[in-house]
T-cell receptor, first 115, second 120 residues
Framework: GESVGLHLPTLSVQEGDNSIINCAYSNSASDYFIWYKQESGKGPQFIID?????DKRQGQRVTVLLNKTVKHLSLQIAATQPGDSAVYFCAENTSEKTSYDKVIFGPGTSLSVIP | GAVVSQHPSWVICKSGTSVKIECRSL??????MFWYRQFPKQSLMLMAT?????????EQGVEKDKFLINHASLTLSTLTVTSAHPEDSSFYICSASPSGDVRYNTGELFFGEGSRLTVL
């Protein structure tokens, strides 16, 4: 199968601090990017998305930044809470060479919030 | 958001048997569904793209005869793990694309809750 990577880095933050999770993507033709949150034993949950014609998008307590020049995405979580503890995946969606969307996941980052 | 349901959520089977996992889109039609496999502490790896009414497209390295995919209707795709072995034990996750449905953003995918397969 196709994936950006196989190993899971970890990030520990103090409750109330801001978290920044980074991701590098591989396909310069990707035009849609999504951040997902996955809790143990569950499927991925949509957090926020951004299209390639934007460089920043904000949601509730979350901000996604896109740097197409270096093919880099970041997810910023403000005032991190214990409930934010999970694995976070960036994903790129490309319809290049296909007539349908194809979503490829990055390696993921395990976020642990210290109370 | 839209709801995608997987069944069963977990299954235990003996080595050599076949197991079928269902993926249903409950409130939208999905011409395309995707099957992922996830090993512990790893990312989701795309196995195949399931297209309604046609053959699935498998990713490189995924055996199509081992992982049979059927997408017979616009709301149901099934993944059958044939002659399962302990190394097939994994978390299998499907997603569905409501492509063309104006209620959703272009490119948006919805994920099921996953099916955990344990092969003894």
């Amino acid at each position: 199968g196709e994936s950006v990577g196989l190993h899971l880095p970890t990030l520990s933050v103090q409750e109330g601090d801001n978290s920044i999770i980074n991701c590098a993507y591989s396909n310069s033709a990707s035009d849609y990017f999504i951040w997902y949150k996955q809790e143990s034993g569950k499927g991925p949950q949509f957090i926020i998305d951004i299209r390639s014609n934007m460089d920043k998008r904000q949601g509730q307590r979350v901000t996604v930044l896109l740097n197409k020049t270096v093919k880099h995405l970041s997810l910023q979580i403000a005032a991190t809470q214990p409930g934010d503890s999970a694995v976070y995946f960036c994903a790129e969606n490309t319809s290049e060479k296909t007539s349908y969307d194809k979503v490829i996941f990055g390696p993921g980052t395990s976020l642990s919030v210290i109370p | 958001g839209a709801v995608v349901s997987q069944h069963p959520s977990w299954v235990i089977c003996k080595s050599g048997t076949s197991v079928k996992i269902e993926c249903r889109s409950l409130d939208f039609q999905a011409t395309t569904m995707f099957w992922y496999r996830q090993f512990p502490k790893q990312s989701l790896m795309l196995m195949a793209t399931s297209n309604e009414g046609s053959k699935a497209t498998y990713e490189q390295g995924v055996e199509k005869d081992k992982f049979l995919i059927n997408h017979a209707s616009l709301t149901l795709s099934t993944l059958t793990v044939t002659s399962a072995h302990p190394e097939d034990s994994s978390f299998y996750i499907c997603s569905a694309s409501p492509s063309g449905d104006v209620r959703y953003n272009t490119g948006e995918l919805f994920f099921g809750e996953g099916s955990r397969l344990t092969v003894l």
